[in-house]
């Protein structure tokens, strides 16, 4: 690694035009693109919040291959940083940036919660799990500041409704209160994403996430206060991680998680040329093993978007890695079980205002 050719504290090496404006519209920094090469320091590299007003929080989700019905996200954009993030393209909508725009410009939307309150008491509402950071994670740095997720927490318990939480922030814990409110009743499962057990390889992965240490703990604080934990091996990037699958496996099951899932890297839209452009910074010596074993996976492309592929690949790489997987899972949790979220529990008049009465 070449850590001296690295924009410290960000996974996006560079900003990346907007696909939405046409060149009447571009966005240049030549000016601060010739000073980063000169080495001089242009700007002081903060995040900014903006607040937003969406009119919906809870998004039908229509990809067969996450695995869930609907998503919340309290914020737009991640200050983590994690290079090869997905959601870096939805930015865009927002008419930002895939790269530093989308660590450095977070949308925030405080009446998240107020929004699904309004739902979660409508008579034809019916009870399915809603996952928190179905897009960006919830408990990124924002949370400290603006607790939109806890007060989602404090609607979903009211109202006795399931809920799923995806993230790799320790902050998780902050909430541990009503976290173990809501698992009283089966109410909630928490994935925490573990990519590296290397933390020389987490910090350019995803620079501003937490330790692979305090997430393992966190597995662990979860679990033994009866939250059942899956952890998320994702996304697996050949010759970067993908030899660590068993390793992180027993340890995630070592630590209490009740299940593994996995995904494979997959580079699209704007997030091809990021990838690109961070690995020849990060892991010269790497470059071309790795995108090509990525393009191995996905018919000799970075990008792929076929339902039932896109998550697994395909090929002979994709295929040792989703062996590995099937083996990890036999091997560390043939008796484990990840839980269903109860559905039933649900009554919108009963525990809302209707209640005093």
Known sequence: MNPKSILKGRGAQRHIPNQFFDLSHEMRDDFLEYCYKEGELYDKNITNYSQVFPKTIVNKVSSPD?????????????????VYCYARNTH????????????RNVLVKK??????????KKKSWKAQTIVM?????CYQPAEKQFQITRQCL???????????????????????????????????AIHISITSLSEETRRVLE???TTTKKRLETVKTLTENGIPVNVMLAPIIPSINSHEILPL????????????????????????????????????NKVKKVLSQIEACHGGTLNES?????????????????????????KYFSEKEMIRLNCDLHEPFKNGQLKLF
């Not at 996450?66 to 994690?82: A, D, I, K, R, T």
């Not at 865009?92 to 660590?103: H, I, N, T, V």
């Not at 950071?133 to 994670?137: A, E, F, I």
């Open 207 to 209: 620079p501003r996430t």
């Open 154 to 188: 404090q609607v979903f318990l009211k109202y006795k409704h399931p809920v799923g939480i995806i993230t790799k922030n320790a902050l998780v814990l902050k909430d541990l209160d009503i976290l173990r409110e809501l698992a009283k009743y089966d109410l909630i």
């Open 306 to 330: 076929r339902f039932g592929v896109r998550m697994r690949g395909e090929g002979q790489i994709a295929e040792q890695i989703n062996s590995l997987i099937k083996l990890a899972k036999r």
């Open 92 to 103: 865009e909508y927002w008419g930002y940036g895939a790269g530093l725009d989308f660590e």
């Open 249 to 284: 496996a027993k340890v995630a099951s070592d630590y209490g998680a009740s299940s593994i899932g996995h995904t494979i890297v997959r580079l699209n839209g704007a997030i091809g040329s990021l990838f690109t452009d961070w690995i020849e910074k990060a892991m010269p």
């Open 66 to 82: 996450v695995g869930m019905v609907y998503s919340l996200n309290p914020y737009q954009g991640c200050e983590h940083g994690c």
């Open 111 to 120: 009446n998240a919660p107020k929004l699904l309150e309004d739902l979660l």
């Open 133 to 137: 950071s179905g897009n960006t994670d």
